[in-house]
């Protein structure tokens, strides 16, 4: 039982961070934009969103450090970054009018090099490692309900026990899902994923619904990478951990049906896929073959997704097609 | 003048037609652009930018050493590329040349740890290139199947299947496979499981090589080339004029696998003597990059794999030089290929700007 609360905990954590990842190419997809940079936007977020805490503490001092102040800096860094890869992007494809696939590619090499040059950088320049303070490093990790909560038998621990980004993370998927379904603007915002051509006759503003959409869902994505970084690599700069995040947030969108509500279910069964052969060990199963274990799932979920020929379970119309006005 | 009338200052025009040379023109001008900007990241470091792609350049070209080294770099960047290049030319988004790189190495190894007291030296080389050819192959036939059969997303089919073999291969390194017990590592191949070398460089670049002529012929004068031409245009008139799609995308996949598991065997018998589970090294990204900068044209893929094999080296010497982290060159990689891609939308369209003369008649 406790192995299996302990699993499920870990399993949330790693999952929050594919949460904000799902979230932000759900936002964005839903624009018909296919953003493929999602893993380049995760490594951007996650070396800015400490840099942005780790300079903060460098000059206010670690004694005079406030953990909220980090804790804020660290998402709008993050956002910030992840806002301006998705700004690229639409300035290439929307504007320039490029293909997508190809654009959504550039920005993953591209941001995995950022992310690293970064990350590497502040390692070189300060000498050593990139690590917060202790003190502020718990504000990221620690759970926000206060002690008796957590302390309540197995509900405290699988309710209450959480980081505030996993609580962040359910009031952004609630609140997507309400602009997406219940208000004038999202209907519009889906209009122009379905059918844009529509959407430009009925008057609304195609390109700015499109920049809008992938710059802040870009700006979500970077907060996940910085959440990994924050809290499962414990503040330290590790890409080796983030590699394949953001490319299994993307597959994710699929799963979820490009639904934000199921995101939250869908990643956190993913973060506990991704963490499984740490906290429970299969007899016979050797731990290599057990870590491509979310891959394999991932693969089986893609071709059964594909086959089912559901209406309601389909991709927006128009998703990773540009629109052009004068070539309707 | 009052509002209706106004035309806007800027609109833009489709170009009907473009002389090649400047469009040529455009694509270099936007290189030249790219490499500006590459020097900001440099700046930041505190370095200047100028010395730096000094560096770069003397770091990877130099001395015969630097050059033979470039070269390696540059071997299985060109062949996957080839490889990738009928995938995109086809709209298939193959980025799963990483794990066909991967299989294709695995297929190599196998013969070249277990066979290679019982085969000589020739037929044992022809073994192990077949077999990639096959693995290889196969690898890049399984995603292009469900692509066929129902449509499923070959972008995350194809990137999710190069975990899964790279992570098969790190299971080969510390069990089945492994050598000295406890460490992790696939013994060195034999000495007649090698490539031979030719100039100082493992014959690997002369397979490219022939490779590259051989692919220019396919994509340009053969019926196949025709039909994924039209498939990349569009898929719609690919069937009326009664193409079979689906087989298409199969044989060209697996070619594209074939290929990049000719790239595999290479990389194991002629650069590193073994298989680990970072064999494909990027290579399978990288070379996303260089089809693309090449705009799918086989001879300019010779020398962009080039180019992008002295960012690559010269980073290195970068890095130890200046302190300036090598993941620099997947910034100016990146750049590149912005620029790249945005220059095409100048290419296509022509930008007039409204002169006040006419609006004041």
Not at chain 1, 9 to 20: K, N, P, R
Not at chain 2, 21 to 29: L, V
Not at chain 2, 141 to 161: G, H, Q
Not at chain 2, 294 to 303: E, K, P, R, T
Request: net charge positive; proline share 3%.
């Amino acid at each position: 039982m406790t192995t299996l609360i302990a699993l499920v905990v870990a399993a949330v954590t790693f999952g929050t961070v594919l949460m904000f990842g799902t979230l932000g190419e759900i936002l964005t997809e839903k624009s018909g934009n296919l953003n493929l940079g999602v893993e380049g936007i995760m490594y951007m977020g996650g070396a800015f969103g400490l840099g942005g805490a780790f300079y903060y503490e460098k000059a206010v001092g670690a004694a005079a450090s406030n953990g909220t102040v980090a804790l804020i800096i660290a998402i709008v860094a993050a956002f910030a970054i992840g806002a301006l890869a998705g700004l690229i992007f639409s300035f290439i494809t929307v504007t320039l009018r490029a293909n997508q696939n190809v654009t959504g590619l550039a920005l993953t090499i591209f941001g995995t090099g950022v992310g690293q040059f970064t990350g590497e950088f502040m390692r070189v320049k300060e000498g050593g490692y990139v690590a917060l303070s202790n003190n502020l490093k718990e504000v990221f990790v620690k759970p926000i309900f206060p002690q008796a909560l957590v302390n309540i038998p197995v509900v405290g621990k699988l309710l209450f026990s959480h980081n505030i980004f996993l609580y962040l993370g359910l009031i952004l998927a609630l609140v997507m899902h309400f602009y997406l379904t219940k208000t004038r603007s999202g209907l519009y915002l889906r209009s122009v994923g379905e059918s844009p051509s529509t959407a430009d006759t009925a008057g609304i503003n195609i390109t700015v619904y499109k920049y809008l959409a992938t710059i802040i869902g870009g700006g979500i994505s970077a907060i996940g990478g910085m959440v990994y970084i924050t809290t499962t690599a414990g503040c330290v700069w590790n890409h080796e951990g983030l590699a394949g995040v953001g490319w299994l947030a993307v597959a994710l969108v699929i799963f979820c049906m490009w639904k934000p509500l199921n995101a939250v279910w869908g990643s956190i069964l993913f973060g506990a896929l991704m963490i499984m052969y740490l906290r429970l060990y299969i007899p016979g199963l050797p731990t290599e073959i057990y870590k491509i274990l979310p891959y394999v799932v991932t693969v089986i979920v893609l071709v059964l997704s594909s086959m089912r020929n559901n209406r309601e379970k389909q991709p927006p119309m128009s998703l990773g097609l540009n629109y052009f006005r004068e070539e309707r | 003048m009052s509002k209706e009338k106004r035309s806007p200052m800027i609109h833009l025009a489709k170009r009907s037609e473009i002389d090649p040379k400047a469009a040529w023109a455009i694509r270099f001008g936007s290189v030249i652009v790219a490499l500006i900007l590459g020097m900001i990241p440099v700046m930041i470091t505190g370095n200047n930018p100028i010395e730096a792609y000094g560096i770069i350049i003397k770091g990877s070209l130099s001395k015969p050493m630097y050059i033979k080294q470039t070269l390696k770099v540059a071997i299985p960047l060109l062949g996957c590329a080839l490889a990738i290049a009928p995938c995109f030319k086809m709209r298939f988004w193959n980025i799963g040349a990483e794990g066909q790189i991967t299989a294709g190495a695995i297929a190599a190894s196998y013969f070249a740890l277990y066979w290679s007291d019982k085969l000589p030296h020739i037929v044992l080389l022809v073994v192990m290139f077949l077999s990639a050819i096959v693995v290889g192959g196969i690898w890049g036939l399984i995603p292009a199947f469900f692509k066929a059969k129902w449509n499923t997303n070959e972008t995350l089919f194809t990137l999710m299947m190069n975990y899964i073999i790279i992570g098969i291969v790190a299971y080969l390194q510390g069990g089945p496979w492994e050598g000295r017990k406890g460490s992790q590592i696939i013994p060195m191949f034999a000495k007649n499981a090698r490539l031979p070398e030719v100039f100082g460089v493992h014959c690997g670049w002369i397979i490219v090589l022939v490779l590259t002529l051989l692919m220019h012929i396919y994509m340009n004068y053969t019926k196949h080339g025709f039909e994924v031409a039209v498939i990349g245009d569009s898929s719609n008139t690919a069937r009326y004029a009664g193409m079979n799609v689906g087989s298409i995308m199969m044989r060209t996949m697996f070619l594209s696998g074939a290929i990049c598991g000719i790239v595999g065997f290479i990389t194991v018998s002629g650069a590193n003597h073994t298989l680990y589970s970072g064999v494909a090294n990027g290579v399978g990204f990288t070379s996303i990059t260089v089809a693309w900068l090449s705009q799918l044209n086989c001879f300019a893929m010779i020398i962009i794999s080039m180019v992008l094999a002295i960012l690559t080296k010269g980073s290195n010497t970068l890095q130890t030089k200046l302190a300036v982290p090598a993941s620099i060159s997947g910034i100016v990689t990146g750049i590149l290929l912005f620029c790249m891609l945005g220059c095409e939308f100048f290419i296509n369209y022509e930008i007039k700007i409204r002169r006040n003369k006419e609006a004041k008649v």
